[in-house]
């Protein structure tokens, strides 16, 4: 691709503006150079590559603000070269990696390792958070300033609450003073640890430790009243049940700023989709019943749930062939995060510029991402999909390296045509 | 004379009005050159018993409170309550009848909570200072914070002292802010948010957490000790985070006033809290100064009780 690259016959959907409308993008240097309904009116421009989409939908690239790799460590599950060429073939064009890794992304030079290891290999922007505590062990905060100079774009133990209040306040009161943002995954542990999927009549059937879904709300109203002592940028990486987002709506009455994330997986899916006994399925925190998942759908409609997460977590076959309790939680997702997020708009109705502002302007927001946007100046990081194509999910077209979806063989709606990062095609579907 | 001190203690600098701290600066004054005389020794004390009953242990303060004390003719004995000996509430009340019971004139305590010293006064009839109770206040070295400042700058009066480090547990910041605010200089407390404490807006100081904003223009940079078992808590992650952050070294101490004065109340940390090359920089650095003062302080203090104490020379009641 030349250094200018032209759109053109584009239904432009910019969440971040409002716009949506035929239009066309120029491109210059990675970055948009122009864009508008009116551009190019007075005839193709010259001197550059001319992309025709005839029609379809141009949007910002999409933001996943988490994805777990298995680099360095586990390679087997999930390289950040084949996770980003698993987010290219979903649309998304930044993700944020959690620092689970082994070793666990905690310290100045890791965070520079992971950097250089995704310039070098990954086709979309990569951005590592870094542990929170050390080693993620819940006790000792990481070096959040040094870490942060070095390029962590937010702090959080990944798959892990912090279990003392004390450590979570200091934690938090530290961050602050950095201007760090948390990522907190919240799920009480005790509770957590004496079952594998959500509490209820089914589990109960099936014989399967139960979560209540209070794990989460006891997790989150904690947190949210140590952000009342510390005022820290803390956003809750996934809500999955009504009440903590009642919970999250009370914090936000009192004026505190908390964000929250959802994940595909609790828009899309409930604890029924287990079905007979699924690993695939068996995600944290559990997927819930479907009044919850409901819940949450209308989270996205009023806006009270700024970001939809794909919580992409790559588990080999060996891990997850394995008795329902025994196995291990995690699914992956970058490739369906589209789908799901267009079906929001083709099943529960919700406009198409509010589905797509969970997982672009408003991730970019809460990051401080330039990106995101589809404005003069910011980055071309774009997105071209078919948002009506329907596909049968199959996990051989893949690009990630392991294909534990839970969503294999379901019918869904949406097709990325072209990704592009800085400027570059980097997948054409 | 009015402003004279005529407490029978000196637990803390919050209750001293202004003139109290400077006749006690002033008596100091005399006392620095007496320290550098040949024959420092007077007999203001002669007779007096003075007791170091530190609970926690100390160098610098205890050899200075010896000193002093030697220099003034009492008769000093050393108590080191070794901490792992030491039982809370009524032991400690029960240490100090005990002690009274010897007769003593002056009793100078240092102990690890707050509030402990002025426990312990309420049950002696001798005069007690506070050498320093938790995180509370260490009065005799903000006076002789003081007394350095004074002597280097000629005033205290607008100057602008950034207090950084550590500033929740220090009782020599707190002690510092009290003295500098009730003389009429600008505060500012410089520390991460773990180490802020609450409402230290409403001590009368500024407060910084980005050491950078909070140096600048500063006429002297106070900087605290880092106690290294904060360091692998949960208040901070790491020496070279802090270091790196909220150590005073010289790209730092450029934001501060050409000129602008170190001080330091000991023991160091290198290359945690402070540069060496800053530290031992003698045309930035007060910290010997401070010791210097640190006698003649005591001393004063030390003069100023004494002349409370009952002093005909019969039985003492």
Redesign the interface.
């Known amino acids: 691709m030349s250094a200018r690259t032209a759109i053109i016959n584009a239904r432009i959907v910019d969440p971040a503006s409002g716009f949506d409308g035929t239009g066309s993008v120029l491109i210059e240097n990675g970055a948009i150079a122009d864009i508008g309904p009116r551009l190019f009116n007075d005839g193709k421009p010259t001197n550059a590559e001319i992309i025709d989409a005839k029609g379809q939908v141009l949007a910002p690239g999409l933001i996943d603000m988490r994805v777990f790799t298995g680099e360095p460590g586990a390679e087997h599950r999930e390289t950040l070269k084949s996770a980003s060429a698993s987010a290219a073939a979903g649309g998304v064009t930044s993700i944020v990696v959690m620092p689970n890794t082994d070793p666990v992304i905690d310290d100045a030079a890791l965070v520079d390792f992971i950097r250089r290891r995704a310039e070098a290999t990954a086709k979309v922007h990569v951005y590592p958070a870094a542990a929170l505590t050390?080693g993620l062990n819940g006790?000792?905060?990481?070096?959040?300033?040094?870490l942060k100079e070095a390029g962590a774009i937010a702090f959080t133990d990944g798959d892990r609450t912090i279990q003392?209040s004390?450590?979570m306040r200091?934690?938090l009161?530290?961050a602050?003073?950095f201007d760090a943002q948390i990522l907190a995954h919240v799920e009480d542990p005790w509770l957590a640890a004496a079952g594998q999927m959500n509490e209820g009549g089914f589990a109960a059937r099936m014989g399967l430790g139960g979560i209540p879904s209070a794990a989460e709300t006891i997790a989150l109203e904690r947190d949210l009243r140590l952000l009342e002592l510390?005022n820290a940028r803390y956003h809750l990486a996934q809500v999955s049940c009504a009440e903590a987002l009642e919970a999250l709506m009370r914090a936000r009455q009192r004026g505190l700023k908390p964000t929250c994330a959802v994940s595909a997986h609790h828009l899309a899916l409930n604890e029924q989709d287990i079905g007979e006994y699924k690993t695939f399925a068996k995600v944290s925190p559990a997927l819930r019943c479907e009044a919850d998942r409901k819940a949450m759908i209308e989270g996205v409609r009023s806006g009270q749930i700024d970001a939809i997460v794909s919580s992409h977590d790559p588990q080999a076959p060996e891990t997850k062939r394995l008795p329902f309790a025994q196995a291990a939680y995690g699914a992956v997702g970058l490739e369906t995060l589209l789908p799901v997020v267009l079906s929001l708009h083709h099943e529960a109705g919700i406009p198409l510029l509010d589905v797509l502002r969970c997982v672009t302007v408003a991730p970019a927001n809460i990051l401080r991402l330039p990106s995101g946007r589809l404005a003069k100046g910011a980055p071309a990081d774009l997105v071209i999909f078919d948002m009506g194509s329907p596909r049968k999910i199959d996990p051989n077209e893949f690009h990630s390296h392991t294909k534990n979806s839970p969503f294999v063989g379901r019918l869904m709606q949406g097709r990325v045509l072209r990704t592009v990062v800085a400027g570059k095609t980097v997948f054409e579907g | 004379m009015t402003g004279q001190y005529a407490r029978q203690h000196l637990l803390a600098i919050a209750p001293l009005s202004r003139q109290e701290i400077e006749s006690l600066l002033d008596l100091a004054d005399t006392y620095v050159a007496l320290n550098t005389q040949v024959q420092k020794k007077r007999d203001t004390l002669r007779g007096r018993t003075l007791i170091n009953l530190f609970f926690e242990p100390s160098t610098r303060t205890q050899s200075s409170f010896e000193l002093a004390g030697k220099r003034l003719g009492a008769d000093v004995m050393n108590m080191s309550v070794a901490q792992s000996s030491v039982r809370k509430g009524e032991t400690l009340i029960d240490t100090a009848t005990t002690l009274n019971a010897m007769r003593p004139d002056i009793i100078v305590i240092r102990h690890q909570d707050s509030g402990a010293v002025a426990l312990l006064a309420d049950k002696v009839s001798c005069a007690v200072i506070n050498a320093g109770d938790g995180a509370h206040e260490h009065p005799t070295q903000a006076l002789l914070d003081a007394l350095t400042i004074r002597r280097r700058m000629k005033r205290i009066e607008g100057l602008t002292v950034a207090i950084c480090g550590d500033v929740l547990h220090s009782r020599v910041a707190r002690s510092n802010v009290h003295l500098l605010n009730k003389l009429g200089a600008r505060v500012r407390l410089i520390a991460p948010r773990t180490l802020l404490p609450i409402a230290a807006e409403s001590w009368g100081a500024e407060v910084f957490t980005d050491m950078h904003e909070g140096i600048k223009g500063a006429d002297i940079v106070m900087m605290l000790r880092l106690q290294m078992e904060r360091m692998s808590g949960s208040f901070l992650p790491s020496t070279r985070e802090y270091f790196h952050f909220y150590g005073l070294d010289a790209a730092k101490l450029k934001l501060a006033k050409p000129g602008a004065l170190v001080m330091h109340p000991g023991p160091m940390n290198r290359g945690v809290e402070i540069d060496s090359a800053i530290a031992d920089d003698v045309e930035r650095s007060l910290i010997h100064e401070q010791v210097e003062m640190g006698v003649a302080s005591r001393m004063a203090v030390l003069d100023a009780l004494s002349r409370q104490l009952p002093n005909d020379p019969g039985r003492r009641s």
């Open positions: 050390r006790e000792q905060m990481s070096e959040i300033g040094l003392s004390l450590i200091r934690c009161a530290y602050a003073n510390t």
